[in-house]
């Protein structure tokens, strides 16, 4: 029976906030080095999904990211540059944020990890765990892995050809280590996991979701995990309440920023998340240690983890070492914001590693964005085709007639109305690069279809202009439904073409694109000066 209150039904209440709010998350991110372009696609995967949600209608989205600022490593980070802990973190976290801003992330908390807000999450859930009997007291004999700040098993680790022990997963160097450490009974929630998993099936893409059970099911010993350190070896950290010896281990601490965010534990505003974008080189810690805590905490597990792969530097894997990684502020430079963004979602990272190559994005830009999309506009604006400069009104009789004699037109048609669905269906997967190609086929047909029709020819011919406002009619639709779907991709160039056809702020939602051919012209175009969505880049021979 729903429970009410003064006649107000709460249930139903609660029901309707979840229907019309979103919550997404991205993993937080290490200070100990400067962004890279993983860190940044991450944060542009959950933006773009979150603008989406918005255009679709939602009326509030909750949309977190941030950094995770205690270890070992940012310990020996700081001590190496000769600073504090929290002045590194500062500096860093900074630098984070500011990546954000430069890329028009739609974040709504950025979260630290050395925040009062956040320790006080840590200690209550510490304080559960134990309330409920979910830690204990022992003894870690194993291996730890100082750059991936985790342990890791027997069967986790392999000798590499420089005959050094490193992880299987990451291929980094391991030590043994042996110290009296807090476990946690994961071991008696894991059966509840692989049920999560094998019947929920959170992991997207699903390959992802076979790794983890795999995972699982070749730990042949106990699955209880250490979930702190001994103060004496890691002091930069949150101390385990009423034991100052012992410190929390990082990766309980940054999953729990996940529940500060949402204002648990006093007023919790939004849970479970709707989709939490994950790396593939934490799904362990996201997919298994995270929804055990949750277990014990009686709170929903995640609707849906998309995991996604590694950027790779012309087919080698980025490190420091090698000297590779890829700066996003290199890119905003050569290819301004919107730019990068299309190119890094225009690659499929989520079922393979993607190849970053600075020529293949260059070529891109100027294909896509600069002639097929930009190119367009500036046919059927120009004054000497669009002499009144206007959305022209076409009677659809006319539109029916034109069909029956230009085949391409019926096909601008039929794809037009397709093209948001289909759309909405790549975007609701994260598969945003399919969805950038579709946009792309309908508007390489309506440029095939502008050049066909001559209109520089038709202008001149006062008795063809019902077939030049035709042309324009037809183009401007395809280019306005076009703008529409790609605004969380390139919101700035959106907004631009948008502004141009003079498409009122509200009418840019998914509902306004799937209105293809309905009541949008006689109006005038809002062309103040001349129209370069994206300008040209050079490459030098």
Known sequence: MPVKYFGFNVSLFLMTIRASSYFITTPIYYVNSKPHIGHLYSTLLADTIARWKTIRGVSKVIFSTGTDEHGLK???????????PLDLCNNVSATFRSMFDNFAISYTDYIRTTESRHRKTVEHVWNQLEKKNYIYKGLYEGWYSVQDECYLGEDEIMVNESGQTVSKESGRLVEKTMESNYMFKLSELIDSIKDWLEHKQPLYPLKYNKMTLDLINQNKT????????DSKRLSWGIPVPNDSSQVIYIWIDALINYL???????HVVRWPPDCQIIGKEILRFHAIYWPGLLLVLNMDLPKKLIVHGHWLKDDTKMSKSLGNVVDPLDLLLLFQ??????CLLREDILTQDANFNQLKMTKYLNAELANTFGNLLNRVTSKSINVKQIYPDVPQSYIDYATKENSTIQQILEESHKLPHMVNDYYEKAQFYLGIIKIMDLLRLCNAYVQDEQ????????DQLRRLECMIYVTLECLRISGILLQPIIPSIAENLLTVLNISKNERTFEHAKSVFQDYGNRPLNIKQQIQLYKRIRIDD
């Open 337 to 342: 914001c919107d730019g990068v963004r299309y």
């Open 455 to 462: 209109p520089w020819a038709l202008a001149k011919q006062p």
């Open 260 to 266: 500060t965010v949402t204002g648990y534990p006093d």
């Open 222 to 229: 106990s699955h209880d995990i250490s979930i702190s350190r």
């Open 74 to 84: 940012i310990e020996r980070a700081a001590a190496q540059a000769n600073v504090s």
